[in-house]
C-alpha cells in the first residue's frame, strides 16, 4: 500500500538531513502556498506529487547551505516584504538598526536629499521612503542586477521618493550635492573566515571589498565631500572591528562629530560622521 506523503512525514525527512525545523516549515509553506501556522495546525495534510518534489528540492538545497531568503524569494526588513535573489545580499537584521539611527537624524517634515549608495535589493531606501515620505531619496548600485531587483521592491512597496541610478560610487552623479549620504557596502576582506557556507552562495561583489575589506569606505571617502551640502551627514554600516580604523579615516579628512554605534548585539557596526 502507498503511504501517503504527510506535511508530518515531509517535516521529519527535513529533520533528518538536518534542516532546522522553522526553516522546513517555511519551505513547505512556501511549497503549499499556505501559511506556516497552517503547517503546523495540519500535520495529516497530504501533499501531491508535484508538491512533494518541489518540498524535496528545496530541502535538499537548504541542506547544502543554499539561504533561506534565496530558496523563498523573499525576505522581510522592517516589516516590508522585499524580493530577494542572489544577485543581491540578504538584507541582515543589523541593518534595520542602521535605518533606525537614520531616522533619528530626520526629521519626519524634512525633505532632506538622501544618497544611499550600494543599495542592492533596496531595503534601506525602502524603509527610510516608508517612514519619512518627503526626503528625497537617491539610490545607486554598480550592479544593475541587484537595481532591477531593487526596482521590483520600490515598486512593489509604491514609493514615489526614490530614484534608482546605475553608478559606481559617485561615477554617474555629476556635481549632485546631498544632505546624507548613507552605505551599507561590502566590508569584508578577501581572507575573512566568515565567508563559507551560507554566505557563499551571496554575491562575492555584495560582500568582499578587497584585500583589507575597508577599499569600499576608501573609494567611498576619496569622493564623498564634492557630494555633501554644508552640515551634511554621512552614516556607515560597518564589520564589528572596523570602527577604529574608519573613525581614523573620517579624522583624516576632517570629518566632525564622529561617533560609532552598537546593533542589537552589542557590537558597533555604525560610524556617523558630519562635515561643517
Ligand atoms: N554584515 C554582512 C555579513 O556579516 C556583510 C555585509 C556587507 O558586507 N555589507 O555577512
Same mark, same amino acid.
Request: proline content about 4%; charged content about 25%.
Given at each position: ?42 500535520? *495529516? ?5 508535484? *508538491? ?72 534601506? %531606501? ?62 569584508? %576582506? ?18 568582499? %571589498? ?67
Amino acid at each position: 500500500m502507498k503511504i501517503d506523503y504527510t506535511v508530518e512525514l515531509a517535516l521529519q525527512d527535513a529533520n533528518r538531513i538536518n534542516i532546522d525545523l522553522l526553516d522546513a516549515e517555511l519551505l513547505l509553506a512556501h511549497t503549499l502556498k499556505i501559511s506556516r501556522t497552517n503547517i503546523i495546525s495540519r500535520p *495529516e495534510r497530504i501533499l501531491t506529487g508535484a *508538491e512533494a518534489e518541489v518540498y524535496k528540492g528545496l530541502i535538499e538545497r537548504r541542506s547544502r547551505h543554499e539561504p533561506i531568503a534565496y530558496l523563498l524569494g523573499t525576505k522581510e526588513f522592517w516589516s516590508l516584504d522585499f524580493i530577494i535573489t542572489s544577485d543581491v545580499l540578504i538584507p541582515r537584521p543589523e541593518t534595520e538598526c542602521l535605518v533606525q539611527e537614520l531616522l533619528e537624524q530626520i526629521p519626519i517634515d524634512k525633505s532632506l536629499d538622501i544618497l544611499e549608495m550600494a543599495t542592492g535589493s533596496g531595503v534601506i %531606501a525602502c524603509a527610510l521612503a516608508s517612514e519619512r515620505p518627503k526626503v528625497n531619496i537617491t539610490a545607486t548600485d554598480k550592479s544593475k542586477k541587484a537595481l532591477a531587483i531593487a526596482k521590483h521592491n520600490v515598486e512593489n512597496q509604491g514609493h514615489k521618493n526614490i530614484k534608482l541610478v546605475h553608478s559606481d560610487w559617485f561615477s554617474s552623479l555629476g556635481k549632485s550635492k546631498f544632505d546624507i549620504i548613507v552605505a551599507n557596502p561590502p566590508y569584508l %576582506a578577501e581572507s575573512d573566515h566568515h565567508l563559507q557556507k551560507d554566505l557563499l552562495f551571496e554575491p562575492k561583489r555584495a560582500l568582499v %571589498a578587497g584585500k583589507t575589506g575597508m577599499e569600499a569606505y576608501n573609494a567611498i571617502l576619496d569622493k564623498v565631500q564634492k557630494h555633501l551640502n554644508s552640515s551634511g551627514m554621512i552614516i556607515f554600516e560597518h564589520g564589528f572591528d572596523q570602527d577604529i580604523t574608519l573613525k581614523s579615516l573620517l579624522k583624516e579628512r576632517g570629518f566632525l562629530g564622529i561617533v560609532s554605534k552598537l546593533d542589537y548585539a552589542g557590537m558597533p557596526r555604525m560610524t556617523i560622521a558630519r562635515t561643517l
